[in-house]
């Protein structure tokens, strides 16, 4: 497995610079390469991929938690 890879649990959002995840802890997580559905957003979920800037997340799937 890869060390880039983060699986990441918090508030879905829709951010200026996208879809992005809050955590418990404050930080934002701005997702790639995926569509949420509209059920999910303001709820928490958990979402795995692959680490691509500071902040910024390819993810690899989305679910609710």
Do not use: C, Q, Y
């Not at 610079?17 to 957003?41: K, S, Y």
């Not at 691509?52 to 390819?58: A, P, S």
């Amino acid at each position: 497995m890869s060390t880039n890879r983060k699986r990441i649990s918090g508030r879905l959002e829709h951010l200026p610079r996208g879809f992005a995840i809050v955590t418990e802890a404050g930080h934002h997580w701005v997702l790639e390469d995926v569509e949420p559905a509209n059920d999910h957003f303001g709820n928490e979920v958990t979402v795995e991929g692959e680490v691509v800037g500071l902040d910024r997340l390819r993810a690899d799937w989305l679910g609710a938690v």
